[in-house]
């Protein structure tokens, strides 16, 4: 069983930059595959990046170009890098962990959720 803990959600404003952590404890290890996910009012959760168990990325196509997504192994991290944010970014962030090994950004394949963190981009 994994914890996972988001941070680093903050209001900012249109053109900023802002990193997202999602710490993981438990049974963790370098074999799951990570994902964020992202909710805005109004509209279902939806895949924004995601990183396999080869290290194979994929974004949306909204923010290819502007986020990345990263890990650090030795310290159970997850990383979104947000750059050049748009109000149409705001939402509520969540990491996810996944036992496959390329589940991409399909929502059901994700298998252990954090509680999330808000961003706000005005």
């Known amino acids: 069983h994994v914890q996972l803990v988001e941070s680093g959600g903050v209001s900012v404003q249109a053109g900023g930059s802002l990193r997202l952590s999602c710490a993981a404890s438990?049974?963790?290890?370098?074999?799951?595959?990570w994902a964020w996910f992202r909710r805005s009012p109004g509209k279902e959760r939806e895949g924004v990046a995601s990183i396999d168990k080869n290290d194979r990325t994929s974004y949306k196509d909204s923010v290819t170009g502007r986020f990345t997504i990263s890990k650090d192994n030795a310290k159970n991290i997850l990383y979104l890098q947000m750059n050049n944010l748009k109000p149409e970014d705001t939402a509520m962030y969540y990491c996810a962990a996944s036992y496959r090994t390329t589940p991409g950004l399909i929502r059901r394949w994700y298998d252990y959720w954090g509680q999330g963190t808000q961003v706000t981009v005005s």
């Open positions: 438990g049974h963790t290890s370098s074999s799951y595959s």
